[in-house]
């Protein structure tokens, strides 16, 4: 937040979130979000109704929540490289600003390559040092399905995990 100079963070969790398997129902999964965001008071959910994250139709919903504002998404960089093969990204990168979060083991000279192929029109865009580049939602799952500790894993949210026995039954990644 501090990187990005914005004033507050809202989380888009999707119902079926792409690309991703062995993931929890989505209620478990705003739950768990929660209890990691709960210290944060500048830190907010939004639960929309689409199952996945749309340009035609969850971003005027977003942009509607939030008239006057100036919009600016928050990607790690391994979202960089299909972020172009987003239905109607032309429109997302037209009006809304993107900071991008660098990963472990991002190569920075790809990333800007990989950004200037983007149709970016009026967009700014600025890439930053991620806050925990080494953490990711897959080793956080891992983590929960093997029962061990992973960098980026909160106590809350094991916590949550185990009292609903969840991840136990998924298949690991």
Not at 19 to 29: A, D, I, S, T, Y
């Amino acid at each position: 937040m501090r990187a990005a100079n914005l004033d507050e963070v809202y989380f888009l969790p999707e119902r079926r979130p792409r690309h991703k398997l062995g993931v929890e129902h989505f209620g478990h999964r705003v739950a768990m979000l929660r209890q990691a965001i709960k210290p944060h008071p500048k830190f907010h959910i939004i639960e929309l109704t689409d199952i996945s994250f749309s340009v035609e139709y969850t971003l005027p919903k977003v942009k509607t929540q939030f008239a006057g504002d100036q919009l600016v998404f928050l990607f790690g960089s391994d979202v960089i490289p299909t972020l172009g093969d987003w239905p109607k990204v032309d429109r997302l990168l037209k009006d809304v600003e993107l900071v991008i979060g660098l990963r472990q083991h991002t190569d920075l000279k790809r990333i800007k390559q990989q950004i200037e192929q983007l149709p970016i029109q009026s967009s700014a865009v600025s890439i930053i040092s991620s806050y925990a580049p080494t953490i990711s939602s897959g080793k956080v799952r891992s983590a929960l399905r093997r029962g061990t500790k992973a960098e980026g894993l909160l106590t809350s949210v094991e916590r949550y995990s185990n009292q609903n026995w969840l991840y136990v039954s998924l298949p690991v990644e």
